[in-house]
C-alpha cells in the first residue's frame, strides 16, 4: 500500500505534530510541516524528525485571500493525500477550504458545536460546564463548523481553571488525533457527497466517542 502523504500545519509547540509522530501510524508519512509563525517550536520538532519544513508569515501579506493562495501552492509542492490543522492558528478562505475539500482536519479544544473559536477552556468554566474535551473534525468554510468525526471528553473538576482544564483537553487530543489520522490512513475514514463524515461505509449519525 502506497503511504499517505500528510502535510501537517501550525502555528506553536506541534504537542498534536509531535503525538502523530509518536503514534507510527503505518502506511503513513508527514512530508513537510508549514508555519506561520517562524519561532514556533514545532519546526524543531520537524528538524529533529528530519522532516522538510517551511515557514509562510502572514504578517508579510495584506490580505488573507492573498495568504492562502501562496499557502496552497506551497502545500501543493509537497502534493499531500491529507492536510492536519494541528494548532494552525489561522482562519482559511473558502477557495483554500474547497481546495483541500475532503482532506483537511483540524483538532478543537471543545465538544462540537459547543464552543466554537477561541478561549474554549474559559468559556465552559464560565457556562458551568461539567464535561469538556475535543472534536475532529473535517474542515468546511464555517469556522470549526465542518461535519466532527470523533470526540474525546473530559470531566470538568470543582477546583478547575482554564489552565489545568486546557492541560487535560491536551493530553486527551494526543490520543484523539492519532487514532482519527490512523482512520483516514486506513481508507475507513471520509468526507461522503452528502457532506457528512463517513466511517467504514456508513455515515457517522454523532461522533465517535473514545473512551
Wanted: hydrophobic share 45%.
Amino acid at each position: 500500500m502506497a503511504k499517505l502523504r500528510v502535510v501537517v500545519l501550525i502555528s506553536g509547540s506541534g504537542s498534536n505534530l509531535q503525538a502523530l509522530l509518536d503514534a507510527q501510524i503505518a502506511h503513513l508519512e508527514i512530508v513537510a510541516v508549514i508555519s506561520n509563525e517562524p519561532k514556533a517550536f514545532g519546526l524543531e520538532r520537524a528538524q529533529q524528525a528530519n522532516i522538510a519544513s517551511a515557514v509562510l508569515n502572514h504578517r508579510n501579506y495584506a490580505d488573507r485571500a492573498s495568504y492562502d493562495a501562496d499557502l496552497q501552492q506551497l502545500i501543493d509542492q509537497y502534493a499531500p493525500d491529507l492536510v492536519v490543522l494541528a494548532g494552525f492558528m489561522r482562519i482559511l478562505t473558502a477557495t483554500l477550504v474547497e481546495h483541500y475539500r475532503g482532506r483537511m482536519l483540524n483538532i478543537h479544544p471543545s465538544l462540537l458545536p459547543k464552543f466554537q473559536g477561541l478561549h474554549t477552556h474559559e468559556r465552559a468554566l464560565a457556562a458551568r460546564e461539567t464535561e469538556h474535551g475535543a472534536s475532529v473534525h473535517f474542515v468546511t468554510a464555517e469556522l470549526d463548523g465542518g461535519p466532527v468525526i470523533a470526540q474525546v471528553r473530559v470531566p470538568v473538576l470543582p477546583n478547575d481553571d482554564a489552565e489545568t482544564l486546557g492541560a487535560r483537553v491536551l493530553a486527551q487530543e494526543h490520543r484523539l488525533y492519532p487514532t482519527t489520522v490512523r482512520w483516514f490512513a486506513e481508507k475507513r475514514l471520509a468526507l461522503g457527497a452528502d457532506g457528512r463524515a463517513w466511517l467504514d461505509g456508513a455515515p457517522l449519525l454523532h461522533p465517535q466517542i473514545l473512551l
